[in-house]
């Protein structure tokens, strides 16, 4: 089963008072209709603007005020990574039912966002949803395939040290109609062993486009294009240096899927375009 394929579930009612620790789950009950549910979010969560006037915010991504989400009384807590391992420990502690996904890949992407629609009783929307979701890759994807050649792409996720793109960017690079230069890091699930250590090796791969995606702060193209021996890129050369922001792209939920992806391959057809491919 992978992300081409549709799925399908029984309904049920579901939790009803929901703490969500991340963004991707929270964008996600409101695409389904079920923001009713929520009772908490993640302080870092913009996706809708409206859920951070609506909602308390309970936790950053490293810590949570436990105390605050016990007060709501939820009846679960959906959270991301083992990053959040000691967050969850704590909150199982206090018999709080507790569900943290790991998700890395596309394919995880859209089974986590399936099983999340099925645990509010939203199978059969959900399903609908996902698969347009589906069509919208395919659709690039194809239109990616027509390009004669495709670029090289460094995506830098931090600047010291250079950290390159988790394992869902690279495949949204590949069906955008990129090619990660560094795709052989990209299923490394922690940032550190994403670390590229030597940055000479960044300017031998000689990436034809620059995206920056640096959780936390502003991307600044001026400084990378600064770096030692980069005018040398071709990316730096030609002034094909971009940033999407973190919100948009390094959240595993359904950003990622839509608006991500879209600038990806916006940046690599102007970029086709600008070099007459």
């Known amino acids: 089963m992978n992300w081409r394929e ?26 389904l209709g079920q923001e009713h549910r929520i009772v908490g979010i993640s302080g870092y ?15 950053a991504f490293l810590s ?7 007060a709501l009384n939820p009846d679960c807590v959906f959270g991301f990574s083992d990053l959040q391992a000691d967050i969850a420990a704590a909150l199982i502690r206090q018999g709080i039912q507790v569900t943290v996904f790991n998700q890395r890949s ?38 990616a395939s027509r390009l004669p050649r495709r670029p090289r792409i460094y995506f ?21 109609g990129g090619d990660n230069c560094f795709a052989e890091l990209s299923t490394e699930s922690l940032g550190a062993k994403r670390i590229i250590a030597d940055g000479a090796e960044i300017i031998r791969r000689n990436p034809d486009i620059i995206i920056g995606s640096w959780c936390g702060k502003k991307f600044r193209p001026e400084l ?10 071709n990316a ?12 948009d792209i390094l959240q595993p939920g359904p950003a990622a899927l839509t608006d991500g992806v879209a600038q990806l391959h916006r940046i690599v057809m102007d970029w086709s375009a600008r070099h007459g491919q």
């Open 156 to 176: 830098e996720e931090w600047d010291e040290p250079h950290i390159s793109a988790i394992r869902w960017v690279s495949e949204l690079l590949t069906i955008a």
């Open 236 to 247: 730096v050369r030609d002034k094909q240096l971009f940033e999407i922001k973190s919100a």
């Open 106 to 143: 596309v394919d995880e992407i859209f089974s986590v966002l399936y099983q999340i629609a099925a645990i509010v009783g939203c199978s059969d929307s959900g399903t609908e949803l996902l698969s347009r979701l589906r069509m919208q890759l395919l659709e690039i994807e194809q239109a």
């Open 6 to 31: 549709a799925r399908k579930g029984d309904q049920d009612n579901g939790p009803q008072r929901i703490v969500c620790l991340t963004e991707e789950t929270t964008e996600w009950l409101y695409l």
């Open 45 to 59: 969560t913009v996706r809708p603007r409206r859920a951070r006037e609506e909602k308390p915010k309970v936790s």
């Open 224 to 233: 990378v294009a600064a770096r030692p021996g980069w005018s040398a890129i």
């Open 64 to 70: 949570a005020k436990i105390d605050k989400i016990l």
